[in-house]
């Protein structure tokens, strides 16, 4: 079992900047996929960005150039650093961990608030 532990939500004005984190703990394997995941209220539960262990990265378009995904293996722990924040990035987000030993393995964290408003 994984637990995922999210920090860094909360209200920051339009143009602003925050650093969500989650830390990962319990059965992590050495191969996986770490990410962030939002959902608005009324809307489906959408990819922000994803961080391979190898450090491979990939983003939403409405994410790229404006958020940064990085994570650090020895601490088990994922970062999304967002700039230039508009209110549409007002969501819930979910950190997302993937490993596979066979089968595959899905964990979500409980979820952080962002909102973007003035």
């Known amino acids: 079992q994984v637990q995922l532990v999210e920090s860094g939500g909360g209200l920051v004005q339009p143009g602003g900047s925050l650093r969500l984190s989650c830390a990962a703990s319990?059965?992590?394997?050495?191969?996986?996929?770490m990410g962030w995941y939002r959902q608005a209220p009324g809307k489906q539960r959408e990819m922000v960005a994803g961080?391979?262990?190898?450090?491979?990265?990939n983003y939403a378009d409405s994410a790229k150039g404006r958020f940064t995904i990085s994570r650090d293996n020895a601490k088990n722990t994922v970062y999304l650093q967002m700039n230039s924040l508009k209110p549409e990035d007002t969501a819930a987000y979910y950190c997302?961990?993937?490993?596979?030993?066979?089968?595959?393995?899905?964990?979500w964290g409980q979820g952080t608030q962002v909102t973007v408003s003035s």
């Open positions: 319990g059965n992590i394997f050495s191969i996986n996929t």
């Open positions: 997302n961990l993937n490993q596979k030993r066979f089968i595959s393995y899905t964990y």
């Open positions: 961080i391979t262990s190898g450090g491979d990265t």
